[in-house]
């Protein structure tokens, strides 16, 4: 019978995401439905329960009875979400997917080769990996397990710090050996990050900057072809047989490494496995990441 109340939860999600996103047409796409069936929902809703939104000219904004139900639709996702969690916790062998999330830098330079390692020690277990630059939402479930350079992660979050990555200058030898030093050019990052003066203190102050790329595998990349001085990670520009190091000063740290999961997690042996299996493959790995090598000598 309608009683004129909400029990459904669909239509606690759908009020939810018009409040997230302000719009119809945006609430529609995070849902999975067209503009046309949100906007029929929401209007057979309020014929149930009350005004909820006001349409302005900014987007929908919540009406007072709006807000109370959207703060009820919040409590109603984290138990959801949390149910879910555990659902995916309960599972006590080593079987079943795991969602990883990594800088693509750190899956193509570091990881590619131990995940797959990883995952013909472990056929019952299906990796299923992400790319991106966004810490992801655990809490969320969008990643079971993430790696992210970090300074302060979410805290309610475990796992193991590792070490940070660090950075220093690099050229192309033959660019070096064939560019007069008024002719150099610095490739930039789009941000300077937690070294903001690193033109200042670099062997070349006074090259000016030819191009700003702010993507680190595209500025890597035009490293390799010679195309400019640049600022790079060690892990990838250390390998690379063509590249020269400008300074013999230790490389400078950034953030640190973090591999991370959801508490609810933190005991189901697929995910356990995969953490310390994680976390003893960047081990061998420390040096290169921190960009020790005898000639250029140690970060302390």
């Not at 809490?139 to 796992?159: F, K």
């Not at 250390?238 to 020269?244: F, I, T």
């Amino acid at each position: 019978m309608d009683d004129g109340q909400l029990h459904d939860w669909d239509d606690y999600r759908l009020i939810l995401a018009l409040a997230r996103s302000g719009t119809l047409r945006t609430a529609a796409a995070s849902l999975g439905l067209t503009h046309t069936t949100v906007s029929r929902r929401l209007a057979a809703i309020e014929a149930r329960c009350g005004k909820l939104f006001e349409k302005q000219p900014g987007g929908y904004l919540p009406t007072a009875l709006g807000e109370a139900l959207i703060d009820v639709a919040q409590r109603m996702e984290e138990l959801v979400l949390a149910g879910a969690r555990h659902q995916r916790a309960a599972d006590t062998g080593l079987s079943g997917a795991i969602n990883v999330s990594l800088p693509e830098p750190i899956a193509q330079y570091l990881l590619t080769e131990d995940l797959f390692e990883f995952a013909a020690a472990h056929p019952d277990i299906e990796l299923k990996i992400g790319t991106s630059i966004r810490f992801v939402d655990l809490d969320r479930l969008e990643a079971d397990v993430v790696i992210r350079g970090a300074q302060e992660p979410p805290g309610h979050l475990v796992g193991r710090r590792l070490f940070p990555t660090c950075v220093t200058y690099y050229a192309d030898r033959d660019y070096l050996a064939s560019t007069r030093r008024e002719d150099l050019r610095w490739i930039a990052p789009a941000s300077d990050g937690m070294w903001p003066d690193w033109r200042e203190r670099s062997p070349y102050p006074d090259a000016p900057v030819s191009i700003v790329i702010d993507d680190i595998i595209a500025r890597h990349r035009a490293l390799v072809k010679g195309m400019g001085l640049g600022r790079g990670a060690c892990f990838m520009a250390d390998p690379e047989p063509g590249l020269v190091r400008l300074t013999t000063a230790a490389p400078v740290p950034q953030q640190d490494l973090w591999v991370l999961t959801h508490p609810d997690l933190r005991h189901t042996p697929r995910i356990r496995a995969l953490m310390d299996f994680i976390v003893g493959a960047m081990a061998d790995k420390r040096d290169l990441v921190l960009g020790r090598r005898p000639e250029a000598g140690e970060l302390k």
